[in-house]
């Protein structure tokens, strides 16, 4: 299974290489080709993983692909968690991203930067594949960050419009406001359990229960409550929850598909998703 995980992430990728770097070799319907085909590989896949876990109630998949550091023992990680959360967001996320991709080939038709464009949301799907996928915090905020970047980009796609150049400056700000306070949280986390995988923070999480911090002053604060909100401000953020909202409406500004996949799958989920994944 580990090769069709791994398969499932990098196509898109592929995709997005393919027609951004090569656009000018493959032209415009070699760069749609490439992206909806890498997008079209991993929904298929999503689709069978889909089937094995939630359907056929096939074992959790946790694993390292690669060790990217070790830091004083700490141990930093690409690697996939494949459970049946993940596997339904997986399969959402890239059903609605082909729509999109398929939709976008006829709407983006007669516009400049056509093979930009389909190389941007390719990218944008392997961003959110990575972050729903990952095991670990420090995964986790890569594509946390990653989803950002590119919805930059893609928000002020007309970049020759000074709205456009105003509305994505507005919500990459924004979101950096909430992702200081998510990077907090996983400081937080690395500090008190000495690790950023999933499953060794939610197995000692019970042993943390009544532990307490001093932030300032003589107080003290509920260290679980700390890491809780502070992960919680990421989230308003990401899925533009008061008083965070604010750059959603201006998202508007970059082309329909754009507001289609950043509302309806992708960024705006990412929060509730990592929500419900830090439950423990």
């Known amino acids: 299974m580990k090769s069709i995980y791994l398969a499932l992430v990098l196509a898109p990728l592929a995709g997005s290489v393919i027609a951004g770097l ?3 070799q493959i032209g415009r319907a070699g760069a749609h080709w490439a992206a909806t085909l890498g997008v079209a590989v991993s929904f298929l896949l999503s689709a069978y993983v889909f089937w094995q876990h939630v359907m056929n109630g096939a074992p959790v998949f946790n694993e390292n692909i690669y060790t990217w550091m070790v830091v004083d023992g700490m141990q930093m990680h690409v690697g996939f968690l494949v459970d049946n959360l993940t596997a339904m967001m997986i399969a ?75 509305a994505n400056m507005k919500a990459f700000l924004v979101n950096r406001v909430g992702d200081f ?77 754009i507001s289609a996949l950043i509302h309806a799958a992708t960024m705006v989920t990412a929060g509730i998703f990592m929500v419900a994944r830090m439950s423990p």
């Open 22 to 24: 090569f656009r000018n």
């Open 92 to 166: 959402v996320v890239t059903f609605v991203s082909l729509m999109v991709h398929i939709y976008t080939i006829g709407y983006m038709a007669d516009e400049e930067g056509y093979q930009r464009f389909f190389s941007y949301i390719a990218l944008f799907t392997f961003s959110m594949l990575m972050l729903v996928m990952s095991n670990n915090f420090l995964q986790l905020f890569f594509g946390w960050e990653a989803v950002g970047l590119v919805s930059y980009l893609l928000i002020g796609f007309y970049f020759k419009k000074e709205s456009a150049i105003f």
């Open 181 to 257: 306070g998510f990077i907090l949280g996983i400081a937080a986390v690395a500090m008190y359990f000495n690790s950023l995988d999933y499953a060794q923070v939610f197995a000692a999480a019970p042993d943390h229960a009544g532990d307490s911090i001093n932030i300032w002053g003589d107080s003290q604060w509920s260290l679980m409550t700390v890491i809780c909100i502070l992960l919680f401000i990421g989230a308003m953020g990401k899925s533009a929850q008061m008083p965070l909202h604010v750059w959603l409406p201006d998202s508007m500004e970059g082309p329909t598909p």
